[in-house]
């Protein structure tokens, strides 16, 4: 088995932190921001990633999807937030983050359905240079979890509720995804690896105990706030969620097909 066959893409966010707490180390990691495990996934550095919706769209014919895991919200995410010092409809300018895809392309489409047009600006995710900047700052991951901590009045939106609101589907912000061409033996397994850590994070209180104690020494955020952002963020994809996954694809980024799965 080639290196990059034993090797798995990891966000570089506790997003996921439920589907690899515990990993077997046979497996291997990289761990980087969702739009780079992207390019990582495309060059084969590891069998499967968990990458941006959009990325997926973008790279439609290339990849497939593994089935029944991603990071979905049905409401509010908790991580994909909208920060500023006035309303949405008064700001003039708004700071989009380099490290997601999925966030800035779902923030425009809202601004559209708002018949909103701040002018968008590409910036480092900081939210206090963001601001000094800009009227409003999107932001993902932990550092939206750290900032909503900090600063609770400068949150505006959570972009999980405001997609769900407007279209009752659930919204997937992240899959996981591999190249067409990948082996699907090695897929099944890496898979399967995955899929049984986070069936002990749903069933094993102990389990699930310990793994939300490091998310917490990872991220700073206490154990109470992760107890429940594991109920915002959602790891395990129902059919629901795929319907939500095709009304983004098709709404957003224009792709008007089946969903690609790596089998079935």
Known sequence: MKHWESTLGRVSFINCDPLYHG???????IVAPPSWL???????DCLLAPIPAADYAAHFDELALIPDIGISSRGEVGSVLLFGN??????????????????????????ELRNLN??????????ETMLDRCDGALLIGDRALKSATEY?????????AEWFNQTNHPMVFGVFAARRDTDLKNLKKAHQA????????????SHRKESIAESSRQSGQTVQRLQSYYGEVINRMWPEDYEGLAHFLKFVCGIDADLRFAWE
Do not use: C, Y
């Not at 990993?23 to 990691?29: D, G, H, I, V």
């Not at 609770?152 to 972009?159: A, E, G, I």
């Not at 995955?194 to 209180?205: A, C, D, G, R």
């Open 86 to 111: 006035r309303p949405i409809e008064k700001m003039r300018d708004i700071a989009f983050p380099s490290d997601s895809s999925t966030s800035v392309k779902l923030m425009k489409h809202i601004l």
């Open 38 to 44: 992207t390019g990582h996934l495309l060059r084969q």
């Open 118 to 127: 701040p002018r968008p600006i590409s910036m480092g995710p900081d939210l």
């Open 194 to 205: 995955l899929i049984n850590q986070l069936e002990l994070f749903e069933t094993q209180p």
């Open 23 to 29: 990993l077997s180390e046979k497996w291997n990691t």
């Open 152 to 160: 609770p009045s400068k949150v505006v939106m959570d972009l999980g």
